[in-house]
Structures are given as C-alpha cells and as structure tokens.
C-alpha cells in the first residue's frame, strides 16, 4: 500500500465552519491533514486557522455561547493508538480540562458478517457510548451490539454496557448479520443521572426504549464501530472483515441540541492486530456525519511514526 492511500485512511482534514455552520449549527471546528504521508514519514498539520472557525461559531450568538459556556476550544485533532478500538471521540477540548457538555450520542450502522465459524473464537463490539475516555470521567455508558464466534457457534448481541456496572443483553432486539441498528443515549432533563437508552434493529421492526440510572461527568462521547471485546481476560482476535465497517448518522448532544462530531475537538482511534498484520483506521473525513474503519496492512516504519508524531495528551487513560 502506498503511502498516499494509507494517507487518506489516517488522516482527517476540515472544511471552512462558516459554510457549514448555518446549514449544521456547527459549534466550532477542529481538523487535521497528514500530508507528504509515505511509510516513514508521517507530518501532522492543521487547517484552516482558529481565526476562521472562531469567526464561524460567532455568526450564531446561541452557538457563541454555547463555545464560551464550555470553553470549546480550537484544537488540532489526532490519530492515536487504542488498545483495543477503532473510531471518533468528542469533548469540548483534550489538552487542558474539558467541560461536562454531553447530554447525549447517537449513531446508525449495519452489522457486518463475522464470517465462516472456525476453531478460533473472534469477536466484534460496536457501540456508542459518554464518558470513560479520560482519567476525569471513568464512569461509562455504552448502547450497541455484540457478535462473537466461540467454538465454532456464532451469536449477534445487542446490549447495554455499564462501567462500572454490568453488560445488560437485549433479547427483545434480535441481531442478525445485515441488520440495521440505530441507538442513542440521551440525558433525561431535570432527571439527574437517569439516561433514556434506545437500541433499535430497524430491521426486524424490534427495539428497546428504557430509562438507566448512571452517574456520568459528561466529559467525553465515543462512537466504536471496531473492538475487540475480551474473553476470560484477553483480547479476542477479530474477525476477518470483508470489507470496511462504516458508522453513520453520527451526533452528539450539548443542552438538548444536536451537533455533528467535526465541529468540536476530535480525535481518532486506531488499533492494530499483530497477530493478523493488520491495522483498523479510522477515514480522514467524517461526511454527512459518518465515517468508516478500513482495514490496512500492518506498516511497521508507519506505526513507528504515527507514534512519534502524536501529541500527547496527559489526561487521556485508555491509549
């Protein structure tokens, strides 16, 4: 693989905010371009200037001040290593202590096939969740599905994950291969740490709709279409996708009002699998709020430098 297609899987680059943030409300807007990208070389730059997605967010007063009520912050974003996920992270800034703005996350995909049942046991969790990214906010709340291949038997799960807590199945919501799920999390206004969780296969016309009671510092959403869950302690091996996985409809929630993930700092999760010499990677654009995880050959001198340039965000736990 050329460096310049690995390029486009691991870099993100923005549009001008002002264009978008009528048609979006868009609160404010961070991007990154990795450019002259080759398998040694690996340049984090930013674009366009703060100036102009300041002069953005100021055309809306509400958005103003929504920017100043949680000091949202211009940042260049990042592509860094995940332990064991794949996807996009929100807060209203990474390098300094962000503000408890989410009220709420959602997104919309279809489950892939894990493929053909073997005697490696593989598995699959996809999800959208608050919190448990930073050191600040351990505290987790998680809606999606969960797929599994365990001696040779397949089974599709959908399920909600509290941490700490316990993994609450659904078995109202059947999960087949194909299926289109759609699940949010949002805060319950003037309800203090009750969350309404809805998990819904549009598919099969099936879905569950439930208050969860959850304390949250509302630092922090996530949206994972790849991890590898664990099983009795390790990491399971992931199964052998055909093609990429994509996560779309993509939204956060900040006091009731829907925003789109590029308008605040973000960043991106990669994860790789040595076993398999492979690497999962988030795309550079999130359009029409979604986005995909594409599936790279393992590039040792790549991964080298993608860690030597990150920055280094103190306050983040799980990289």
């Known amino acids: 693989m050329t460096g310049a297609v690995a390029g486009d899987w691991i870099c993100r680059s923005g549009r001008n905010a002002a264009a978008r943030g009528a048609r979006r409300g868009a609160l404010l807007r961070c991007a990154v371009a990795l450019a002259g990208l080759s398998a040694a070389a690996l340049v984090l730059s930013q674009s366009p200037s703060a100036a102009a997605w300041l002069a953005g967010a100021a055309d809306d007063p509400a958005l103003a001040a929504l920017k100043s009520k949680y000091e949202i912050k211009d940042s260049a974003g990042d592509v860094l290593e995940a332990q064991n996920w794949a996807g996009y992270a929100v807060a209203s800034n990474f390098k300094d ?56 038997y397949p089974q599709y799960l959908a399920r909600i994950t509290m941490r700490p807590g316990t993994n609450k199945m659904l078995p109202d919501v059947p999960v087949e291969p194909g299926d289109r799920m759609a699940v949010s999390i949002n805060a319950v206004e003037g309800t203090p740490d009750t969350w309404r969780v809805v998990v819904e296969n549009k598919t099969k016309n099936a879905k569950i709709d439930q208050n969860i009671q959850f304390h949250s510092n509302r630092l922090t959403a ?70 995909a995880i594409k599936v790279i050959p393992f590039s040792q001198p790549l991964y080298e430098q993608m860690l030597k340039n990150r920055t280094p965000y103190k306050t983040i736990e799980q990289w």
């Not at 959208?128 to 906010?137: A, F, N, Q, S, Y």
């Open 97 to 152: 202590a962000p503000k408890p703005m989410i009220s709420g996350v959602a997104a919309e995909w279809t489950v892939p096939e894990l493929g053909k049942p073997g005697k490696t046991s593989v598995g699959l969790a996809q999800w959208v969740g608050i919190g448990g990214l930073l050191r600040e906010d351990e505290n987790m709340l998680q809606a999606g599905i969960l797929a599994e291949i365990h001696a040779g």
């Open 222 to 291: 996530e949206w994972v279409p790849f991890e590898r869950p664990r099983d009795a302690g390790q990491y399971m091996l992931p199964p052998d996708l055909k093609k990429e996985i994509r996560m779309e409809k993509c939204r956060f929630f900040v006091d009731g009002t829907s925003v789109a993930i590029d308008s605040v700092p973000h960043i991106a999760a990669m994860n790789r699998c040595a076993f398999k010499g492979l690497m999962y990677v988030p795309s550079r654009d999130i359009k029409n709020d979604s986005f």
